[in-house]
Every structure is written in structure tokens, then in C-alpha cells.
């Protein structure tokens, strides 16, 4: 078995990996940026090597300073993670040059799926079923235009080389193929390097359901189950799951089979997945393979009870597999959702900056946190704002999801915005919760964004009634110092209004042994915590059911984050309830005039020019922002009054890019 293992990668994956070679006494090393000094990954390795400036393309992409890395510290194998080098034919032909072992598949296995077009016509070749479409090169909009017609829209155009949702444009007719081909190549161009573009059809109703495959150097291949992945946001996975609602054992077997066929194309050894898009009855087409370690596995993990990163390494030293295909059993759910540092109430903005406080929650045989951070370290705008994979797991899928909602409940980040909130939200609607998902089911339930008033709650009144005694607490405690007056005697009733986001609750409050009694309009609570001024989280029994709340102060009053909602309160007494209703609100800036900047990012290109007159609808400013081109268009007729920013620009959230007449 190797020694010492180099992995060439940063944050959650390099800690993943880490933790596995450290169970099998294998010594580790990690590689760091600039950004990544203090980071920590680098203090959990046995050694850490400074491999160059905070841009990945000058640190982690640096294949000669991998290497050098390697023959510094005497490591023998590199595992690359995912993303970064971890699909990258020449990064593993100078390892292999340099008598250095890839903890990964082969050259041939890497070039062949890693071009969309030839790993197409490779499925087709072995048996494996694909998607109509057109699998050379598109040669510009008007050929994409004529392609379409003949495949039928929708149709989805797919950058060649492309990954992790860029590059990729739904089309449904023929100007929006135009416009999608020009995007389309202008992502890949900037992502890739590789402005290549096919089409496909579009299928409808779809769901994403990919299979893990486990192969060895001996001609061993078996497939450890399927993951559900549908639940995307603009072809990035959001929530992934294993196994599928979806899925039967004859379609799970049938999938299985073909993953393991195309595996065998192309010689396949390591751990990988083939990707496929499943419609409502059940048919299948070949997606991608995806010749590495997923974002996703730890799910096939919890349900097999077998960790990937051993069998990776395992068979990178030539070890024969040490299970056969009847050995693989699944048992119980597993479910993981991303925790990103974004902002879901402003279109998912990314979000960067320290994390001032953070408490991840307590792993249990339920609850699995993967994550390369901790409190005090920073988000940096060089690298995916992932903070945390978290993983749950039951017996059943209501229970995995029932984990899932307490677990994020009391998830604890502050420093950062976060999309906490919105995973909460998706795994309480009544439609995920009955499994009836697609590719589409953030688009047609959110098709204005997510806000507030979009979060499911099986009784709304649960972070009113739990700040109400939370903020009788903190009155008792007040109190007690030194020379204040007591507004109630201790076990009194009490009469206080909540504010929850501007709706008047008259609630009545009634001190009881070990708790409070909270009446609303007859509906009696039965309170019971052990929480004390300082405590982040609010864990309280409600009923006799257990809650967990986040409640921060803010100003004179209260946030509460509950199931995936974000909810203002104010406890007050009825007199100043009654005077607040006259209260005048102060209205807010009209910025109507401006084209703002919705995202940091750069402006990339400027359409109009100060005089033009533009049209609804019309093409105003393209904003890239990690990678990803965003085109603004006008909301209405006008006049540009004024340009107020360059080409080239690096643009701050809200920044004014135009001015209206």
C-alpha cells in the first residue's frame, strides 16, 4: 500500500480524502494557494506545500507544480478530487511520466469521456442508450437553427468540453437558438478554452438519475446503486439522494448493466458515474460519464456502507475488487444537499466574506457534515462558494428528509449569506416530499426566485410562540439586575403582541413548571427549553414535538430562521402594538431609472450607447460572473440617458451600469 498520498485539491474534498487515507495509516499531503494558507485542509494533512498564487489556473491547475510538490515530500500516489485536474489526460500522463500513481481512472477512459461528442458515439457503439441529436460540431447560429428544426425544439445546445452547467442553453425556437449558440460558445470559449457546441433533444419531464460505477485493473466491474439528482438550479445539483423514488429494481438493473458495458469500453478502473436523463416512463439516455469522484457520493456511501475514496485507492495500487456485483446491497435513504454561500433572496448571488460564527450540526449515525471550513475562515471569490455538503440518513426517505430539516434548523452560519433557507424550503415542499421531482421543479416552483413567502410551514405559528418565550426569558433575566422594575411578577399571566413580519399576534404568556403555556386565539402551546441568554440555537419541545429555531437579535427585535423561513418579530406590550400600527414607513429609493448590476462580476460587454433607444426585451449589458454569462435586457421602452460604467469593468452588487432618460 502507498505511504504517503499528495491530494491535489483544496476545501471539503481534500479534507474527504484526508480523512479516509488517515483510517488506512496512509500519510498525506496537501497542496495550497495563497487564499488557502490558513485554510484547512492544509493543518489537517501531515504536510502542506505552497503551490502558487490565490487563482487557481496559477496554483491548482499548475501541473508542473504538482509534481514538484510530489518529489518534495516523497508522496507516491496523487488524488485529484473532483473538478480542477481530476479529469485532465495530460495532468495524467505526467504523473505516469513522472513514476508518480493517479488515483483514478485511466488516459484512455479520461479522453474519451471527457469530450461530450466522442463519448456520445462510444455509449452508442456499446450497447448503451442515447439521446437524438446531432453529435458533430455546429458550425454556426444558422446551421444551429437548421439542426434544431430537424431534431425538433425544444433542443439543448451543449458546449463540447463543457461541465458543471456551463455552456448549455434550452432552446424552443429559432431565435432563441441564435442567441443560445452565441452564448453557448462564448461560456465555452471562457471556460474551456473550447468553443466546440452539439445539440440534443430536450427531454421533457426529465429526471437526472446517474449510476455509480466501481472498476478494478483486473476486468472486475460492478455498479454500486443510482443517485437521484434532479433537484437543479440551472444545471447545478442542488439535492441529490440515493436511492431514487423513482426508479424500479428492472430499470435501476437495466442502467446498471449499461454503465458497467460502457465502462468496459473504455477500460475503465476507479470509481465512476455515468450520467443519465430518465423520462416520465422510465426510458433512459446516456448523459455523461464523469470519470472521477462525485460531489454526490457520499449518499451511495451511507446506503452501501462502502467508502469510495478506499476502493480509489485500493485499485490505484492494483488491488483486485473486493466486492462482486451480488455482494452490493442497499439499505435505508441517504440524502445531501449543498450548503452554498449565496444569497437565495437575491437571485443566489454569490456571497463572499469570513465566517463569523459557525456551528455546523452534531454528526450522528443520522447526520454527516463534509466541509473544508470552519469558524473564521473565508469564503474567497478565487474558489466555489461551497461551504458544506450535508448528508442525512434513515431508514426511509421520510426519515432521511425529516433529519435533513433539523439538521439545517440548526446549522449556524453568520458572516456569510447562505441558501440554508432555500434547501430547507425544497425538501419541505409537498411535492418533494412526494417525490414527484423532475430537472424542472426549481424553475416551475420558484419562476420568480424564491422569496419569503414561498416556504411551506406546517404551522407558521412556531417561531412566534417560541419567541415570545424566548423574549420572557430574557425579560426575567433583566429584571433581576440591580435597579430595574419588573413588568410582570414571576408566574403571572402575561398579554404581548408579536410582530411577525408585520401581521399583529396577540398571544397571552403564562409561566408553568418547566416551561410556558402560550395561548393564540385558543390555540394553546405547551413550551419547554433549556435555553439560556447566548445560546445560538433555540431548542425547544413545542407540544411535544422537538424544535429547533435560530433566532438572532436585531435592534429591538428578533430573525427567527424555522424550516426554511426567515421571519421579523418584535415582541411588544398591546398599548405599543396598538401605537406601531400608526407608525409611517419610510419608502424606499426609486431606482427604476438605473440598469444595475444584479451580481459582482465583469461587464464583459456593453450593447447600447448613451442616446440609443432600446426596446422591451432588448439586449442592454452581459455580466459574467464565475464563468457564467448573464445577459441584461431592457424591462420596458426608454432612452439611455447615461453610461455609467466600462467594458472591462469589475461591477459591485447594485452597481449602476446605465441611466434611463
Known amino acids: 500500500m502507498f505511504e504517503k498520498i499528495l491530494i491535489a485539491n483544496r476545501g471539503e474534498i481534500a479534507c474527504r480524502v484526508i480523512k479516509t487515507a488517515r483510517r488506512m495509516g496512509i500519510k498525506t499531503v496537501a497542496v495550497y494557494s495563497d487564499a488557502d494558507a490558513n485554510a ?3 493543518r489537517m494533512a501531515d504536510e502542506a506545500v505552497h503551490i502558487g498564487p490565490s487563482p487557481s489556473a496559477q496554483s491548482y491547475l499548475q501541473i508542473e507544480r504538482i509534481i514538484a510538490a510530489c518529489k518534495e515530500t516523497g508522496a507516491q500516489a496523487v488524488h485529484p478530487g473532483y473538478g480542477f485536474l481530476s479529469e485532465n489526460a495530460d495532468f495524467c500522463e505526467a504523473l505516469d511520466g513522472a513514476g508518480i500513481t493517479f488515483i483514478g481512472p485511466g488516459v484512455k477512459a479520461i479522453t474519451s469521456m471527457g469530450d461530450k461528442i466522442t463519448s456520445k458515439r462510444l455509449a452508442a457503439e456499446a450497447g448503451v442508450n442515447t439521446i437524438p441529436g446531432y453529435t458533430d460540431v455546429i458550425d454556426g447560429p444558422e446551421h444551429a437553427v437548421k439542426i434544431a428544426a430537424d431534431i425538433g425544439y425544444p433542443v439543448m445546445l451543449k458546449a463540447s468540453a463543457g461541465g458543471g452547467g456551463k455552456g448549455m442553453r434550452v432552446v424552443w425556437n429559432d431565435e432563441e437558438c441564435r442567441d443560445g449558440f452565441e452564448r453557448a460558445t462564448n461560456e465555452a470559449r471562457s471556460s474551456f478554452g473550447d468553443d466546440r457546441v452539439f445539440a440534443e433533444k430536450f427531454i421533457e419531464e426529465p429526471r437526472h438519475i446517474e449510476i455509480q460505477v466501481l472498476a478494478d485493473n483486473h476486468g472486475n466491474a460492478i455498479f454500486l446503486g443510482e443517485r437521484e439528482c434532479s433537484i437543479q438550479r440551472r444545471h447545478q445539483k442542488v439535492i441529490e439522494e440515493a436511492p431514487s423514488p423513482f426508479l424500479d429494481e428492472k430499470t435501476r438493473k437495466a442502467m446498471g448493466e449499461q454503465a458497467i458495458a460502457l465502462s468496459r469500453a473504455v477500460d475503465y478502473s476507479s470509481a465512476g458515474t455515468v450520467e ?3 423520462d416520465a416512463k422510465k426510458n433512459f439516455f446516456f448523459l455523461e460519464m464523469n470519470t472521477r469522484l462525485q460531489v454526490e457520493h457520499p449518499v451511495t456511501e451511507l446506503v452501501t456502507g462502502q467508502d469510495l475514496v478506499e476502493h480509489m485507492i485500493r485499485v490505484a495500487n492494483n488491488e483486485v475488487l473486493s466486492l462482486q456485483q451480488e455482494d452490493v446491497q442497499l439499505n435505508g435513504w441517504a440524502m445531501e444537499t449543498r450548503v452554498y454561500a449565496e444569497d437565495p433572496f437575491r437571485n443566489f448571488l454569490p456571497s463572499i466574506g469570513r465566517l463569523v460564527n459557525y456551528k455546523a450540526p452534531v454528526e450522528t449515525d443520522h447526520v454527516r457534515v463534509d466541509t473544508g471550513i470552519e469558524e473564521g475562515s473565508e469564503v474567497s471569490m478565487y474558489y466555489d462558494p461551497m461551504i458544506a455538503k450535508l448528508v442525512t440518513y434513515g431508514d426511509t426517505r421520510e426519515q432521511a428528509i425529516e433529519h435533513m430539516a433539523d439538521a439545517l434548523d440548526s446549522y449556524y452560519i453568520r458572516g456569510v449569506r447562505h441558501n440554508i433557507s432555500f434547501l430547507n424550503a425544497l425538501i419541505m415542499h409537498p411535492r418533494f416530499r412526494e417525490g414527484r421531482i423532475t430537472t424542472n421543479f426549481i424553475a416551475e416552483e420558484y419562476p420568480d426566485g424564491f422569496h419569503a413567502g414561498d416556504v411551506p410551514q406546517s404551522d407558521p405559528l412556531i417561531p412566534v410562540v417560541v419567541t415570545a418565550v424566548v423574549n420572557a426569558i430574557l425579560n426575567d433575566r433583566a429584571s433581576e439586575i440591580s435597579g430595574q422594575t419588573r413588568r410582570f411578577e414571576p408566574e403571572t399571566h402575561q398579554d404581548w403582541v408579536v410582530i411577525a413580519n408585520k401581521t ?14 402560550v395561548d393564540f386565539e385558543g390555540r394553546l402551546y405547551r413550551i419547554q427549553t433549556d435555553w439560556l441568554p447566548g445560546n445560538t440555537l433555540v431548542e425547544a419541545v413545542v407540544n411535544g414535538v422537538k424544535v429547533t429555531l ?13 424550516r426554511g423561513a426567515e421571519t421579523q418579530l418584535l415582541v411588544v406590550t398591546p398599548a405599543t402594538a396598538e401605537l406601531a400600527q400608526h407608525m409611517i414607513e419610510k419608502t424606499p429609493p426609486d431606482l427604476s431609472k438605473f440598469l444595475l448590476s ?4 465583469l461587464l464583459v460587454r456593453l450593447s447600447v450607447a448613451e442616446g440609443d433607444e432600446v426596446k422591451a426585451g432588448e439586449e442592454l449589458a452581459v455580466v459574467e460572473a464565475m464563468k457564467m454569462e448573464n445577459s441584461l435586457r431592457a424591462a420596458e421602452d426608454g432612452v439611455v440617458a447615461k453610461v455609467m460604467a466600462n467594458e472591462g469593468e469589475s461591477l459591485m452588487v447594485d452597481q449602476a451600469i446605465l441611466e434611463f432618460a
Open 40 to 42: 484547512l485542509h492544509t
Open 276 to 278: 443519465f436523463i430518465v
Open 504 to 517: 399583529h399576534y396577540p398571544i397571552a404568556l403564562l409561566p408553568v413548571a418547566h416551561g410556558f403555556e
Open 550 to 562: 435560530q433566532l438572532d437579535r436585531v435592534k429591538a427585535g428578533y430573525l427567527a430562521f424555522f
Open 598 to 601: 444584479p451580481m459582482p462580476g
